[in-house]
């Protein structure tokens, strides 16, 4: 059973960056297509980014696009978000999700694994 879990989230300063893990557990990430979602207090959770399991596809949300850059390293099973030049809005849980497909989505519901969130906050 892959098993998912988030780190990196923290309270930054507007302009500032962080850098999230998703590390799994349980089962290579090789055949796993996986994504970052988050979730504001009052809102649904929606998709940040994606990377396909082979990592040749990529998805931005358009309101991360040249911000945040997703990666992996399947010899670490980890996968990661490097967020840049945050912004207030960016505050939300953050959480990967994981999918054993070849292509990834952007939906909540094209996922069958998901981590607990890591909390970022972005305030002055």
């Known amino acids: 059973q892959l098993q998912l879990v988030e780190s990196g989230g923290a309270l930054v300063q507007p302009g500032g960056s962080l850098r999230l893990s998703c590390a799994a557990s349980g089962s290579t990430l090789d055949y796993y297509s996986i994504g970052w979602f988050r979730q504001a207090p009052g809102k649904e959770r929606e998709g940040v980014s994606c990377i396909s399991s082979s990592g040749w596809s990529i998805n931005y949300a358009d309101s991360v696009k040249g911000r945040f850059t997703i990666s992996r390293d399947n010899a670490k099973n980890t996968v990661y978000l490097q967020m840049n030049s945050l912004k207030f809005e960016d505050t939300a849980v953050y959480y990967c999700?994981?999918?054993?497909?070849?292509?990834?989505?952007?939906?909540?519901?094209?996922?069958?694994?998901w981590g607990q969130g890591t909390q970022v906050t972005v305030s002055s």
């Open positions: 999700a994981a999918v054993r497909a070849a292509y990834c989505s952007d939906y909540v519901s094209g996922y069958d694994y």
